[in-house]
């Protein structure tokens, strides 16, 4: 056989072959590395198996147990299938439930009487105890040669089973061993951190912990069931690593880039504050205060790249116009780049409103505006005369150009791409640079850069998804802003909520109506907005509704919007399309229904539709029947506060980073074995050692330090660091 490396394929490694490799090629893994980062899910400790009668909830266990039965029913109207093993022990009973199914045959082996180990969290579910998704292993004699080690456990993979698993990668690590033994200076090269990050962090070697995590000692602790050894801590801490050096050097890279000289000037903010009927928080202060510091502080000159994260109603939209008046009072443009037409619209009236009594001409490109006009406004823009830009994507066509743009603030940044940002950063200034009397090349000199979101991102996933970015939090809200009123409701509610409704809108209020489909299903058993549209019109005689959904054109949407703004629509039905942007001031009421299928930070943004004027606010959830109390309880937590930040965290601990993001919209990767929110020590020493890495050694140039910078161009396809940025 042929000396086995990380990157040999895995069709080649012995006991493998093509049929088998590719099984394991469906699920991502092509060669020897690839097989080795495919860590276990949990451990199975055969050292202290339990038995059903002590079983509690929420405990990770692992027992031996006798198959029962194996039944499928459906659920409800959904026709959802749900399978459930039955297993028993000399104490007792237990359900082992599925509403999925791992692969098609997964059930077939369990036949009646046959022996199985279940590993598993126990869950409490409508007063009794079961398993949900546990792993399921044969438990036939020969699965492990000794009854008293710890046992990695792999996801179930249609195919391949844990006992091959173990067996080949235990085969993997002993060959890659003795390849270790014949050329160790090749091998060291694989283990691509500085020695003295792995000294100072006290890692053992990347070869060290791979063995370790899939082959635990025999007097492996709790560490391991917990995935917090020093084995796991080594392989987690390398995952955030390269993702914080890729941050690192993001930030390095805009740091080198020459940036607009500011003067500290803020008469003309000043005059914005003083002319406001209330006055502005300590946080707004604060913020503002470190955006000046961004804008006029350096020497020489850098581009501001700085994230304000402000709840909804923190104020963040008066912090950015306040900024906007340091910019043109230096004499250059601003752009703010919202996400739709309706948003964009908002905060022109807003800009017109505050800034034109200052002298500040403002001006608004949409996709909608007539050509004429809008040939007009770029005309203004490219003089000069126009100071204030708002517009949505429109702001970044060929035909929009700035005579001196020095300010790009983008609300909602979420919602625009990596290239239209970098659109409208080319619109920035270009000079000439000049050796002697002659032109030697042209450089663009990056305007500042001010991101806004509503959306309250914990600290720890900041860290990584804005780690490239200097981070300002408005966490107070402005003094007179009563908390929205919150509760939940049961289906048994619901003459009681629709009446609540009618006697809000009586008084001349406005209502939401948000679900979580746009159309009946035959696969999910949810109330739908087109469907609940014509109830509610049935239920409301009285009243005008207006439907709003993501299937409907751009002009439909914002057209509905504006109906619903100016009080041609009393209830406006909706599905989550007006998560963001959309203010009412008369809307004092929403009810979202299957509160249950939303995360807390999207129920929490949705919330924040209202509570936008004078008017005390409530909002309405609506649960679904036959409702997990789990799911109930987290809902709940909507009930219990009203601070985004707050209802931020626990949505990460419930749900996780990627589905708290929402999949790749974030730039966070795919994390084999890191979890930011349970290794959030590991996240911060992995960010300190790579921002440490670039404050010695800026270029990665040193020899120690080239194996970094090579991974980072071959990771990113590029061909030098100065691309970065």
């Known amino acids: 056989m042929a000396i086995l490396k990380f990157d040999t394929p ?52 692992s027992l ?38 791992p692969y098609k045959g997964y059930f077939e082996r369990f036949k009646p009487l046959s022996k199985v180990r279940v590993i598993g969290k126990v869950t409490h579910y409508r007063g009794q105890i079961e398993f949900h998704h546990p792993d399921l292993q044969d438990d036939a004699p020969d699965t ?88 796991h801590r080594r ?17 390095e890279g805009m ?15 000043t005059k914005l504050k003083q002319s406001l009927p209330f006055a502005l928080t300590k946080a707004q202060l604060r913020t503002f205060d470190e955006i000046v510091k961004d804008l006029s502080g350096h020497t020489p000159a850098k581009p501001m790249h700085r994230l304000v994260q402000g709840d909804v109603g923190s104020g963040k939209t008066l912090v950015a116009l306040m900024s906007a008046l340091v910019a043109i009072e230096n004499g250059y443009q601003v752009a703010l780049m919202v996400p739709t037409e309706i948003l964009a619209e908002q905060h022109y009236r807003t800009a017109k409103k505050l800034l034109e009594p200052l002298g500040i001409q403002v001006g608004l490109f949409t996709g909608s505006i007539k050509t004429a006009e809008r040939a007009q406004a770029q005309a203004l823009l490219d003089r000069g005369e126009i100071q204030f830009a708002v517009g949505t994507h429109a702001l970044i066509e060929d035909a929009v150009v700035f005579k001196n743009l020095g300010l790009v603030i983008i609300d909602e940044q979420h919602r625009f791409g990596v290239h239209q940002r970098a659109k409208l950063k080319n619109k920035g200034q270009k000079v000439a640079a000049t050796k002697g009397s002659k032109k030697t090349a042209e450089i663009e000199i990056s305007p500042h850069f001010l991101i806004m979101t509503a959306t309250p991102i914990p ?19 402005p003094v007179g802003r009563s908390p929205i009123q919150t509760r939940v409701g049961y289906e048994s509610h619901r003459d009681k909520m629709l009446n609540f409704v009618k006697a809000q809108i009586e008084k001349g209020r406005q209502a939401y109506f948000v679900y979580p489909l746009v159309e009946e299903s035959e696969k999910i058993d949810l109330k739908n907005a087109m469907t609940e549209f014509e109830t509610l019109k049935e239920k409301f005689p009285e009243f005008r509704l207006g439907l709003l959904h993501g299937r409907m054109k751009p002009d439909e949407k914002e ?106 919209q974030s730039g966070l990767p795919g994390f084999k074995l890191a979890n930011i929110v349970r290794d ?46």
């Open 64 to 101: 031996r147990a006798e198959v029962v039965a194996v039944k499928s029913y459906t659920l409800g109207k959904s026709r959802r299938k749900v399978y459930d093993l039955i297993v028993r022990d000399e104490t007792g009973r237990i359900h082992c439930k599925f509403f999925r199914v």
């Open 559 to 664: 057209q509905v919007m504006r109906s619903f703004r100016d009080g041609e629509f009393q209830i406006l039905v909706a599905t989550t399309v007006i998560e963001v942007g959309v203010d009412v001031p008369n809307a004092n009421i929403i009810v979202i229904e299957h509160s249950e299928r939303f995360g807390l930070s999207q129920l929490h943004q949705l919330r924040g539709r209202v509570g936008r004027g004078e008017h005390k606010s409530f909002c309405l959830l609506m649960l679904g029947r036959a409702v997990s109390e789990e799911a109930r309880d987290r809902v709940r937590v909507m009930e219990e506060t009203t601070d985004g930040f707050v209802i931020s965290e626990r949505d990460l601990e419930i749900r996780g980073p990627g589905e708290f993001l929402g999949s790749r």
């Open 255 to 269: 740091a080198r880039e020459p940036g607009l000289p500011f003067e500290k000037k803020l008469e003309a903010a």
């Open 10 to 61: 895995i069709q080649f490694i012995k006991g493998v072959g093509p049929k088998l490799g590719d099984r394991f090629k469906d699920h991502g893994v092509f060669t020897v590395q690839d097989l080795l980062e495919w860590y276990p899910r949990a451990y199975e400790d055969r050292r202290a198996a339990r038995s059903i009668a002590s079983l509690k909830p929420d405990e990770l266990v």
């Open 144 to 231: 492990v040669t000794d009854d008293d080690i710890v046992v990695p456990i792999y996801p179930e993979t249609e195919g391949v089973t844990n006992r091959q698993l173990r067996k080949l990668i235990g085969f993997v690590l002993d060959e890659l061993r003795k390849t270790i033994a014949a050329s160790p200076g090749d091998f060291e090269k694989l283990d691509k951190l500085p020695r003295w990050v792995l000294e100072e962090a006290l890692l053992p070697s990347r070869f060290e912990a791979l063995d370790k995590v899939h082959r635990p000692p025999k007097d492996a602790t709790l560490e391991f069931a917990e995935l917090k050894s020093p084995f």
């Open 680 to 725: 959030v020590r590991i996240l911060q020493e992995s960010r300190d050692a790579a921002f440490k890495i670039f404050q010695r050694d800026p270029k990665l140039s040193s020899i120690e330090h080239r194996p970094l910078r090579d991974e980072l161009l071959r990771a990113h396809g590029l061909t030098s660091l100065a691309s970065i940025g």
């Open 459 to 477: 600290r720890t996933l900041a860290m990584t998804v804005y780690g490239d970015l200097d981070v300002s939090v408005i966490d107070e809200l």
């Open 235 to 251: 392989l987690i801490f390398e995952e955030f690593f390269w993702l914080e050096l890729w941050l690192a050097s993001r930030k």
